[in-house]
């Protein structure tokens, strides 16, 4: 099992910056992937940026690229999301994820549902 923790929401207007971070840590067999997810009131939840296991390969949803950067060590133990020239569309309840499904943790998934150990999520308000 993997305990997933977030930090680092808040408020920030637009154009700022922020960065999210996620703890994760647990007794597990498998290795995992972590993904960055976010969601707005009445949706689904978001894929955002992902990272496998190794730290050395990452990816991003379209929204994310060149404005999002993810970034973790070998093991994942701690995973940042740094978020930057933030627009208010931005603004979600962000979650992070461990996906076991892959057991080498080198797969990045984007789809929510093969995700398998959730934190509570953060807040982040982008005010225009």
């Known amino acids: 099992q993997v305990h997933v923790v977030e930090s680092g929401g808040g408020l920030v207007q637009t154009g700022g910056a922020l960065t999210l971070y996620c703890d994760a840590s647990?007794?597990?067999?498998?290795?995992?992937?972590i993904g960055w997810f976010r969601q707005t009131p009445g949706n689904g939840r978001e894929f955002v940026a992902g990272i496998n296991w190794y730290g050395d390969s990452t990816h991003y949803a379209d929204s994310a690229k060149g404005r999002f950067t993810i970034s973790g060590d070998n093991g994942l133990n701690t995973v940042s999301l740094e978020m930057k020239s933030l627009r208010p569309d931005d603004t979600a309840v962000y979650y992070c994820a461990a996906s076991v499904r892959t057991p080498s943790g080198s797969t990045i998934r984007v789809d929510s549902r093969e995700y398998d150990y959730w934190g509570l999520g953060t807040q982040v308000t982008v005010s225009a």
């Open positions: 647990g007794r597990t067999y498998n290795r995992y992937a």
